[in-house]
């Protein structure tokens, strides 16, 4: 990542006004399941398999593109799995070509044609850092992968049981879907520049671009599908401070960080020293001070000056695309340091992020009421896993 300081002449994208979002009430975010031991960091079946060096163009980097896949078609066969493929040299591949794999997952109600869904899309980038040798990159970003793939799944059932429970011509009117974009290729293997950082997701967004749906499509392009581009970075350290920095979006921005205050109140943020399990140990059960992820809710009109972080939404913004960029600002103490493995993470921190993304996405998808059951127990079984990429 690059902290850049510039102007975005993109022209204001008001034309989808018809946003829908639903509160998730009390009683639907107390149900929303924590991963467990999904994401312990040695044998957990989502996050382990994701915490090792994984350069674009290694084995590495297959293997953890394998496990999502087999995550995919064992949990979530209703998701179309589809893999984008592109090559480029590097500063580092001596003129040959490195190949970049991004996974897409879409899920969109029974019925509706590709070109007519509006995808809330939840990205984060899968590919480790060259260097130092050796590098995890747990918050570089194997959590914000384990924890999207977590919101994925606990999601699903609500959105079956929503989708069945909705007449056809309700369906139509609604067309809103979920999409799954883990990137390859965003670190740099040199230094930042262009040309050598977000191969992946370059490749991808200028493919999109003229990728069209049929001529009787609401949408023109993939890239038009997507209402929202929520890209995940750098999560999974301790005290994480985020801020809003895109004017088009401080609405969801806001939307979200709703949904913290509100989690925060009813003492379901781990992290926090007001969450239940503290409270009920604490002799004196006055709330204490929070310290909120999303630090500028209330930030004004006038207040966004134009900073932001140089990442896989780049190519994607220049495009029109909307988003909204979950990146915390200082970056996490163990950025691009041999320290950023699953040691360190605030296992807290990271669960805390997941059921923020799950209620948002909840809330995106208006899926309360839908939670009654309890969340499928994830057991995977790593002999027969293995599917082929398709
Ligand atoms: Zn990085």
New binding site residues.
């Given amino acids: 990542?690059l902290f850049a300081f510039a102007l975005l002449s993109l022209g204001s994208w008001l034309g989808r006004l018809a946003y829908a979002y639903q509160d998730l009430s009390d009683e639907t975010l107390k149900k929303l399941p924590g991963p467990g031991d999904d994401f312990d960091i040695k044998k957990g079946s989502i996050l382990a398999p994701i915490l090792v060096p994984r350069v674009s163009g290694t084995e590495g980097n297959a293997a953890v593109r394998q496990h999502f896949v087999d995550f995919f078609k064992t949990h979530l066969p209703e998701w179309t799995i589809s893999l984008h493929n592109s090559t480029s040299t590097t500063p580092v591949s001596n003129g040959k070509e490195v190949p970049f794999v991004n996974l897409i997952a879409t899920r969109d109600p029974p019925g509706t044609a590709e070109g007519d869904v509006s995808r809330l899309a939840l990205v984060a980038?899968y590919d480790?850092?060259y260097t130092p040798t050796g590098f995890i990159?747990a918050t570089?970003?194997a959590a914000p992968c384990a924890m999207i793939l977590h919101v994925a799944r606990s999601i699903e059932a609500a959105l079956a049981k929503k989708w069945a429970a909705t007449p056809d011509d309700d369906l139509d009117a609604e067309h809103r879907g979920v999409q799954i974009l883990l990137l390859d290729g965003?670190?740099a293997f040199k230094s930042w520049t262009d040309s050598d950082s977000l191969y992946g997701a370059r490749a991808l967004a200028e493919d999109w671009e003229t990728s069209f749906h049929m001529a009787s499509s609401t949408y023109r392009t993939p890239l038009d599908s997507i209402e929202l581009f929520l890209l995940l970075?750098?999560l999974g350290s301790k005290g994480p401070k985020v801020p809003s920095y895109f004017k088009t979006t401080h609405w969801a921005y806001k939307h979200m960080a709703n949904a913290e205050q509100r989690l925060r109140k009813l003492g379901l943020i781990k992290s926090s020293p007001n969450h239940d399990t503290k409270m009920a140990k604490r002799e004196n059960k006055k709330p204490r001070a929070e310290r909120p992820f999303l630090t500028e809710a209330a930030k004004g009109d006038d207040a966004f000056l134009g900073g932001f972080v140089q990442d896989d939404h780049v190519p994607f913004m220049a495009r029109g695309v909307e988003i909204l960029h979950i990146i915390p600002s200082p970056f996490p103490q163990v950025?691009?340091n041999i320290e950023d493995d699953g040691e360190h993470l605030d296992m807290d921190t990271v669960e805390d992020w997941t059921k923020l993304v799950m209620a948002f996405t909840a809330e995106w998808m208006e899926l309360d009421g839908f939670f009654d059951a309890p969340a499928k127990k994830l057991t995977v079984d790593a002999e027969k896993s293995e599917f082929e990429i398709p």
Avoid: A, F, I, R
Wanted: net charge negative; no cysteine.
């Fill in positions: 990542m980038h480790s850092k990159g570089d970003s965003e670190e970075d750098l950025w691009h």
